[in-house]
């Protein structure tokens, strides 16, 4: 069975930065996609970034480009999210995921993903 630890969440001021990371174990990293998603009580879980296990391939949500950063460590069982000039619209809980099947495309639908962490809040204020 697959578990996922996310830790790094806190509470910052706008233009500040925040790294995330993603504990995995239980399962062979090297054959999954991981990504980070986010929510709030507003809106239903959406994509941020995601990383492939083989290649290191990555994508982003364009809210994010050029600010966050996810990558991996060589052991591939460490993920992490690189947040750079966080903006109040940021604010959200991450969590950590895991796909078992590597497509030609990063999925960045919630439902494709068959792992997840248990979250970390992340809060930006003004």
């Known amino acids: 069975q697959v578990q996922l630890v996310e830790s790094g969440g806190g509470l910052v001021q706008a233009g500040d930065s925040l790294r995330l990371s993603c504990a995995a174990s239980?399962?062979?990293?090297?054959?999954?996609?991981m990504a980070w998603f986010r929510q709030t009580p507003l809106k239903e879980r959406e994509f941020v970034a995601g990383?492939?296990?083989?290649?290191?391939?990555?994508n982003y949500t364009d809210a994010v480009k050029g600010r966050f950063t996810i990558s991996r460590d060589n052991t591939r069982t460490m993920v992490y999210l690189q947040m750079n000039s966080l903006k109040p619209e940021d604010t959200a809980v991450y969590y950590c995921?895991?796909?078992?099947?590597?497509?030609?495309?990063?999925?960045?639908?919630?439902?494709?993903?068959?792992?997840w962490g248990q979250g970390t809040q992340v809060t930006v204020s003004s």
């Open positions: 990383i492939t296990s083989n290649s290191g391939r990555t």
């Open positions: 995921a895991q796909r078992r099947r590597l497509e030609v495309t990063i999925p960045i639908m919630a439902n494709e993903y068959e792992y």
């Open positions: 239980g399962g062979p990293v090297s054959t999954y996609t």
